[in-house]
């Protein structure tokens, strides 16, 4: 039985390499196309946010939603984990992600959703207030 085992072991170690030293990765914001927002928030409650996105490459991968906090306002953006085998084809391929949001103080949350940036380099955005009722 031991000796089995050890064959086992033996195998799934050298079997399974977790390096690659072919493959390099790294992450990128990449724009949000549309957001789709409730017209309002209901003060506590959980609310669906959902964002469009176009995948450019076939070694882009979805990751996570870029979200910071600022007060009321909320940059919100896409963030891809890119892996760079040297075999990508762009594509234009459009996504979809979301997140929840929870609405904690009455008035208004600003969100503001990057599309890019502009000729000279400055970011551009998708504003958009939301009101909070209780």
Request: proline letters at 3%; a negative charge; charged letters at 25%.
């Amino acid at each position: 039985m031991k000796k089995i085992l050890f064959i086992l072991l033996t195998l799934i170690l050298f079997s399974c390499s977790v390096e690659d030293d072919n493959l390099d990765t790294h992450f990128e914001i990449i724009p949000v196309e549309s957001a789709v927002l409730p017209d309002e928030f209901v003060l506590g409650n959980l609310h669906l946010i959902q964002l469009t996105y176009i995948r450019p490459s076939t070694c882009h991968a979805y990751n996570d939603i870029y979200y910071v906090s600022e007060s009321n306002e909320r940059t919100v953006a896409v963030m891809t984990k890119i892996f760079d085998n040297g075999d990508c084809e762009e594509i234009s391929t459009v996504l979809e992600a979301s997140f929840d949001f929870r609405a904690t103080e009455l008035g208004s949350y600003i969100f503001k959703f990057w599309k890019g940036t502009d000729d000279e380099g400055e970011d551009i955005y998708m504003t958009v207030e939301v009101p909070v009722v209780e």
